[in-house]
């Protein structure tokens, strides 16, 4: 009984494990690759697909989904002679998994080394500054190569984008320090574009203010002026209506007398000659004053000196 009873578990194990290797569940977005005696027989697709136990096997599995593949930094010439790291990242997606598996060993690795190779042919017609400035036209080239190559290999290349562009490090001190320079000339010339600025606005304001301050003297000026000439006009217009005597106009003059010899250096008067008839006419009048002597024609003068006084 033994030897049936051990016969019968090694029937049953067969069979458990011939319903395991019959029922493939393939997960969405995936695909499987089987094969018969070694050689292609077809492609399974998600859900719950039937096999030959035994003779059918299940030889890739592979993921349908778009990937993502950072490729490490890959040292380029530019066509001015400078070596620069560039970092790169391929997003693609398998659309035929029988291709990936039979027309191309490792696509990952394949991938990779075209990129690589693809970036120098790119980069070598550039010059540095062209290849800082121009990811876009670089990420285009790349993909389209790319997509062309990979076609045949089931496999498409939806982007590809350079992570980083790294030059030397004493190319980037001197890009630093030109970049520095450029910022410092720029501030200066809006420093000195703002000083301009400011002492145009002030000579500006000082020429309005001069304009303005010598239209008022002015203003003042001929204000004075007419003013002036109107007093004379009217002390005259008032000496020509009271008709003034030679008296009055002898007492006007002995009222200004006291300014006129204020002051040490006073030493000569000028007196006019009209003036001392003037004052004869008044001596003669009150009877205080004697005859002054003088010259009593027109147009003549008479000369006082002051009286110097000693201690």
């Given amino acids: 009984m033994e030897p049936i009873i051990i016969v019968l578990i090694i ?17 969405q977005a995936s695909a499987a690759i089987v094969e018969r005696f070694g050689r292609y027989t077809r492609t399974l697709n998600a859900g719950l697909n039937i096999v030959v136990p035994f003779i059918d096997s299940i030889r ?26 560039i970092d790169t990242v391929i997003y693609y997606q398998v659309t035929d998994a029988r291709a990936a598996t039979y027309e191309v060993a490792s696509y990952i690795q394949a991938i990779e080394q075209l990129t690589v190779t693809t970036l120098r042919n790119i980069i070598g017609g550039m010059d540095l500054e062209r290849t800082l400035t121009s990811r876009e036209e670089i990420n285009a080239a790349l993909r389209g190569v790319l997509d062309e190559a990979t076609g045949k290999w089931g496999i498409r290349v939806n982007r590809v984008e350079l ?23 720029r501030a200066a010339i809006l420093t000195a574009e703002g000083i301009r600025q400011s002492q145009i606005l002030t000579a500006e304001g000082e020429k309005q203010s001069a304009i303005l301050r010598a239209e008022g003297e002015a203003r003042a ?26 008296k009055l106009l002898a007492y006007q ?17 000028i007196v006019p000659s009209e003036i001392g008839d003037a004052l004869k006419g008044l001596s003669g009048a009150m009877g205080n004053f004697g005859p002054m002597g003088g010259n009593s024609g027109g147009g003549g003068t008479e000369r006082l000196e002051k009286p110097t006084v000693t201690d």
Avoid: C
């Avoid at 029937?11 to 569940?25: G, H, N, P, R, S």
């Avoid at 599995?61 to 790291?85: A, G, K, M, S, Y």
């Avoid at 003059?253 to 008067?269: H, S, V």
């Fill in 163 to 185: 992570k980083a562009i790294e030059p030397p490090t004493s190319i980037q001190d001197s890009m630093e320090k030109q970049m520095r320079a450029d910022r410092d000339k």
């Fill in 221 to 246: 000026a001929a204000l004075r002026a007419e003013g002036e000439a109107q007093a004379i006009r009217t002390v005259f217009e008032s000496i020509h209506a009271g008709d003034a005597d030679q």
């Fill in 60 to 85: 890739n599995r592979i993921d349908l989904r778009e990937q993502v593949v950072p490729f490490p930094p890959q040292p380029v010439i530019t066509q001015d002679n400078l070596v620069v790291n």
């Fill in 253 to 269: 003059y002995l009222q200004m007398l006291p300014k006129i010899a204020e002051g040490d250096a006073n030493k000569l008067w």
């Fill in 11 to 27: 029937l049953v194990v067969l069979v458990f494990i011939a319903l395991i290797k019959t029922i493939q569940v393939i997960p």
